[in-house]
């Protein structure tokens, strides 16, 4: 009795032996209970909506709501606990800030989990590496809904990978790090061995293997700018989801919202926002989703001028006789303006990056490491393109780069071919150039015959041909890169933890198989002791941002007594704060609301020059100031009111006596 016994507790306990690290992060109620553990006179923890699975989303809010506001935005991948837990520590320091007598004029929005529907798959059995929500959807067009979903075929507690040996295989093992596959390359003399799929069977019995999961859309790529229409996970339409729907209306409401502050796995202070995208739309080529060219007969594997596709759609009559542009269709297939930073914009951002790197090395918290840019249809573009407030995207983690020793290159470089001439090039012999192209494993067909006739005849140049190999290399290195990264974390950092090692399976269907790979979340969710050391940077760097907010204030008072009882009043708005008051792309878009001044008389008192109500528009950076002048005959109540508003400012009174001015 006592041996069956012991033997139950081993398998009701066996999922917390399997994945330890689980433990130290909180679950959904658990984080939500250590925020309203910080509770005090000025916090309020208050539900501001739903999710699409009806989950409370809940805002923190530090301070009086009406003061100047900073977002602090964690998680809108849902699982990125460490971006959760990031945003509890700097709640946290906030609090002990504002206790010391610091951030007096401001107010704080705390969103801990801003996609609630993801963030506890990381504490259920079997631990499937999911980044969509449980919208239902038809991911392989069949007319049926989520109908095949990956299983825990060996029930080891995980969903990982299946290998099948086959003849038309297109996949290899990768022989410096075992547990992954990578795709079989020909030009390498490489020839496919397996087959490779998610753990499971074919639900549906259509011959492919868990295409159809539970849901569902990846809310980061739900928001409107820049919305990918053809992307699935996209989701139908912008903000067709509930939970995009929720942050969105929550953050409308707010417009004394003066910054942003994203935490999750964006990083747009390592990866600056980009610059230069065409603007040029009707030479800008597209592709068609495949269910549309269909539609309108045309080759969904060619790629179309965006003129070439407004002749088409207009000559088709699909329009109803509504004549489509070339905004149009870019907006539907989201590659329509606006689609690059503000020039001026970017000159901030860029002396923030750069201040960013600087506190970085300063805490000794490495930032080598690979991070993911501004996605199209997120938070991050939203904020800034559509509402004009500067927003900072930072992560907590993510995969640090392997070390690797650099090896001496006494040939040709890119970095030597790059400051070569034309008449240098072609004085190269035929051998070095050879060397040298090897090295990038170009096709055949891009021999050195063919190079030198292109750079004799000027349709190549040397500094062009960098440029190339240079963009060619980052494409045909990236997953390369990506596996070698993996491998160097796993087996320095994590001690050969993190993978399932592959084993025999009996497949109902494919017969004998291979089960094992990758444990789901170990390229995405760091070890616990990770959090609070990578967080110094997160929190030092937001202390340092929210200093260098606008802040407006009135100096330079100077009052005058004129001729017959007139007096002249002058004074200055300006901005102490490093950043501007509004940003460029706010101007543009008309998203900005001018500070009002406004000046108040007694009864008898007499305006002769100025306005009473005097709108200031633009208000820049640091040092940015606004003259304000009056002309004004105070009759026998000499005093006047100077009252400045805006929802991003603390509301400011200025009373003045004329009287005592000589």
Known sequence: MKKITVIFLIILLMPFFVNAQKSDYKNYRELISAFKSLSSSYTKLKVIGKSDSGKNIYAFIVGKENLPAVFIGANISGYD???????????????????????????????????????????????????????????????????????????????????????????????????????????????????????????????????????????????????????????????????????????????????????????????????????????????????????????????YKISELVKILNESGVGGGMKITPQMVASFLGVAPPASIDPKDYSYYKELSKQYKDLAKKEKISIDRKVKGEEDGSIVKWFYFNLGIPTIAVDVWSLPKAKSEKKQNKGLTIEKLKKMSKDDFLKLKDSEIESFMKGFRMPPSFNVKMIRKMVESGRLTPLKMASFLEKYQKRSEGKKSLNKDLKSYIENELKGKGVVKWQRFNHPQL?????????????????????????????????MLVKKTPSVKLEGLKVKRENSGVYRVNFYIVNEGYLPFYLNMAKRNKYSMPILVKLILPKDAILIEGKKLVKINDLGGIGSAKKVSYLIYPGKNKKIKIKIHHEKIVDMEKSINLGGVK
């Open 81 to 303: 606990l460490a971006a959760s837990e990031a945003a509890l520590i700097l709640s946290k320091d906030i609090l002990s800030k504002i206790k010391n007598g610091e951030y007096k004029d401001k107010s704080f929005i705390i969103i801990p989990v801003m996609n609630p529907d993801l963030y506890d798959i990381y504490f259920k059995k079997p631990l499937e590496k999911r980044v969509k929500n449980f919208t239902p959807k038809d991911d392989d067009g069949d007319g049926l809904i989520d109908e095949d979903p990956p299983e825990d075929l060996n029930h080891d507690g995980y969903i990982t990978m299946m290998r099948v040996k086959a003849v038309d295989g297109n996949y290899v093992e990768d022989k410096s790090f075992p547990y992954l596959l990578k795709k079989a390359n020909p030009i390498k003399e490489e020839r496919g061995v397996y087959k490779y799929y998610t753990e499971g069977i074919d639900n549906d019995g259509d011959g492919k293997y868990n295409e159809d999961s539970k849901g569902g859309v990846i809310i980061n790529n739900n928001f409107p700018v820049l919305f990918k229409y053809y992307k699935k996970s996209s989701g139908l339409y912008p903000v067709s989801q509930k939970t995009t729907k929720t942050l969105m209306t929550f953050v409308l409401k707010h417009k004394n919202i003066e910054l942003a502050y994203i935490i999750d796995r964006t990083n747009n202070m390592i990866k600056l926002p980009e610059m230069g995208r065409s603007s040029k739309l009707g030479d800008m080529p597209v592709k068609v989703p495949e269910r549309f060219g269909k539609f309108l007969g045309i080759d969904t594997k060619k790629k």
């Open 511 to 543: 017969g004998e198989v291979e089960i094992g790979g990758i444990v789901p979340f170990t390229d995405e969710i760091p070890p616990y002791n990770k959090v609070e050391e990578n967080s110094k940077l997160v929190t030092n760097f937001f202390d």
